[in-house]
């Protein structure tokens, strides 16, 4: 078991009324790469701000290498660095100098501060464009400075907020194998928060899905699928000849099925139990070759959908809830 | 020479025992500096000024030939030419915008290069960001005034060849420290507009309105509430409150900088100013005419001094009260 890196208890942040995180409970090992995954307006970057004291809790404790971050915010700087979402650079400095101020807002030496901002800016391809101003960059390779940036205080810790956002396929590949690199040759920990599913899914070890301020899962991507899985909600994918009606009521009338649609050329088939081995015998019985069999739930997009209804359902039965609540009291008001 | 083991090993401590705060805000204190003066925007006030001041300065010494003063080397800066008026107000005019440029986007370019979120989350306190900008500001604000007063008396020197005594010289000294005093308020003022406005725009609006109002308008709103609460529009009015709509209207006309700083180098600059307040037949009973000494002037203006940096460390509190207040937060 490896030592945790980062740990959120009872993180809570309420602006007014509106309550951006609530009550947060996760840990983040050390080495690992960690994707906070969630709707825009989930309250993640809320969450990476009070992880670096920028922006104090309203109640609960965050920590990273057992340094508060509400309390010992410098500290807790000097090891983590921070990607912000469409990072920024002095638009009138060259690439290299805004390394360097950095280096020097760090307390670097110089000539420390000169080494590793050549071996960054080598690093992330930017070497030829390190002496233009940053006012000419383009977005990827403000994001690539942004990285370097990053590095330049050596830090233990990496929040990269949005990275994967408005970069051209080619970057996207060279920032992901840069993240996985950071992750196992430098043994960084890195805590990546997204809405892009897909990019996040290749590079983190672990997800946790982030809607309306709560954590409503987390885990590996495996481990969200084997659970969505145990939750009694299998979808069954399938195609099979001859394709008419007939085999569509031939699925609806088995055992478990819940509903059955068809998607283009593919008949989904939703069911409360595993009924592979059924429909296969079934299909088979009835004189139907089956051309393409797949359980569903795979893959992070999936997934995340399908968290995401879920909490949706949840939100809409409790604002119900509280929409009774509410009702006798305007009654009572007007009377 | 220290050997270099000894200054390496000196290096290492200090960078170990230097406080956190004091590394952040050299940094960022250089970096201020060389921002503005690598910036168009400076440069570009910085030859205005530099124009407008040499233009009073010609001004003034073709008028001084009409002089009666015994402060020949004073009356370089306080004599207005003929339709160019003297450096002093010259100052006193521009110097606001001197200051406004130098802080209108302080904190507001920062959120919309969105740079500031990077400088956050570097190790340093929060309010060195702030100082940082604040000292830069001040200290280019003072190298600028120092040698712009400098070299008016250089040159002035060396066209009219009459040295400055000791007593002038000190007097300018401190004309030009009320200068940086005064521009700092300035530069504090437009800091707190661009950390309460999100927009460098608006920030800038702001302090420019407050800059014209109290160089322009503040004189009329004085004099008029002056007159709404003592009025002196009948001569039995007059008889009566002549003296307090007077001193009202000057009490009122001293909320404003502007005000505040020509009154105060005036009086630094002009020996023969005796008094700030008004004087009655009474009080000039029996005295002599003459000049007042370096310190009675200095004595005089002494509130002014003190009113100045009351104002000018207020507005910079506001704008570090309210910058460490303000979260850092997402859009």
């Excluded at chain 2, 001193?247 to 001293?254: F, I, S, V």
Aim: with cysteine; net charge neutral; glycine share 8%.
């Amino acid at each position: 078991m490896k030592e945790n890196m980062i740990e959120i208890r009872g993180l809570t942040k309420a602006y007014g009324e509106k309550i951006a995180v609530d009550h947060l409970n996760l840990s983040i090992r050390k080495g690992e790469v960690f994707g906070l995954l969630g709707p825009n307006g989930a309250g993640k970057t809320t969450t990476t701000l009070m992880l670096l004291g920028l922006t104090d809790p309203t109640s609960g404790q965050a920590t990273i290498r057992e340094k508060d971050c509400t309390r010992d915010p410098i500290d807790v700087k000097r090891m983590v660095g921070y990607l912000p979402d469409n990072v920024g650079f002095y638009t009138d400095m060259t690439g290299r100098e805004n390394l360097y101020f950095t280096g020097r807002l760090n307390g670097l030496e110089k000539e420390e501060i000169e080494r590793r901002a050549d071996e960054l800016l080598e690093r992330v391809g930017m070497t030829e464009a390190a002496d233009k101003k940053t006012g000419t960059y383009s977005r990827g390779m403000k994001q690539r400075l942004g990285i370097a940036d990053v590095l330049m205080k050596d830090p233990e810790v990496i929040i990269m907020d949005e990275p994967t956002l408005g970069i051209d396929p080619q970057g996207m590949r060279d920032l992901l194998r840069l993240i996985r690199e950071l992750a196992e040759q430098d043994g960084r920990t890195i805590l990546i928060s997204s809405h892009q599913l897909y990019q996040i899914q290749q590079v983190c070890d672990r997800v946790g899905i982030f809607v309306e301020g709560k954590l409503i899962a987390c885990g590996t991507i495996r481990e969200l699928g084997q659970r969505m899985e145990r939750a009694g909600k299998y979808t069954l994918e399938l195609a099979a000849e001859p394709d008419n009606e007939a085999l569509m009521q031939l699925l609806g009338g088995m055992e478990g099925a819940t509903s059955v649609e068809r998607e283009n050329d593919l008949i989904l088939v939703r069911s409360g139990s595993d009924i592979r081995k059924k429909a296969t015998l079934l299909l088979a019985a009835n004189g139907y070759t089956v051309l393409q069999l797949r359980q569903k739930g795979g893959d992070l997009d999936e997934i995340y959908s399908r968290y995401f209804e879920q909490a949706e359902e949840g939100e809409r039965a409790a604002a119900t809830e509280r929409e009774k609540k509410r009702a006798p009291r305007i009654f009572g008001k007007r009377a | 020479m220290l050997p270099e083991s000894l200054e390496n090993a000196l290096r290492k401590f200090a960078q170990k025992y230097a406080p956190q705060q004091a590394v952040g805000l050299k940094a960022l204190y250089e970096k201020e500096m060389m921002d503005h003066i690598r910036s168009r925007k400076f440069q570009m006030i910085l030859i205005l000024v530099l124009i407008t001041s040499y233009a009073s300065l010609y001004g003034a010494i073709s008028g001084l030939s009409d002089s009666t003063s015994e402060y020949l080397f004073l009356s370089m800066y306080t004599t207005s030419g003929n339709s160019i008026p003297s450096f002093l107000s010259f100052i006193a005019l521009l110097g606001p915008f001197v200051g406004i440029i130098l802080g209108f986007d302080g904190i507001s370019g920062e959120k919309s290069d969105r740079t500031l979120y990077r400088i956050a989350a570097q190790p340093i306190y929060r309010d060195s960001i702030i100082n940082g900008k604040f000292l830069a500001g001040a200290s280019l604000i003072t190298v600028m005034v120092f040698v712009m007063g400098i070299s008016i008396g250089a040159i002035g020197l060396i066209v009219i060849g009459f040295p400055p005594t000791v007593e002038e010289v000190a007097r300018i000294f401190v004309f030009l420290l009320f200068t940086v005093i005064y521009i700092c308020f300035w530069l504090g003022l437009s800091l707190l507009f661009s950390v309460v406005c999100n927009n460098a725009a608006t920030s800038a609006m702001a302090s420019i309105g407050l800059w014209i109002f109290f160089s322009l308008f503040m004189s009329l709103v004085a004099s008029m509430i002056a007159g709404i609460v003592y009025p002196v529009n009948t001569q039995m009015q007059q008889l009566y409150n002549s003296y307090a709509n007077y001193a009202l209207d000057l009490n009122l006309n001293r909320i404003s900088p502007y005000y505040l700083y020509s009154e105060a180098v005036t009086t630094i600059m002009n020996p023969s100013v005796r008094s700030v307040n008004v004087v009655t037949m009474q009080s000039l009973d029996g005295a002599i005419s003459g000049y007042l000494g370096f310190w009675q002037s200095v004595l005089l203006v002494w509130p002014h001094l003190a009113g100045l940096i009351a104002l000018m460390l207020a507005t910079f509190t506001g704008s570090y009260v309210c910058f460490m207040r303000q979260e850092i937060r997402a859009k």
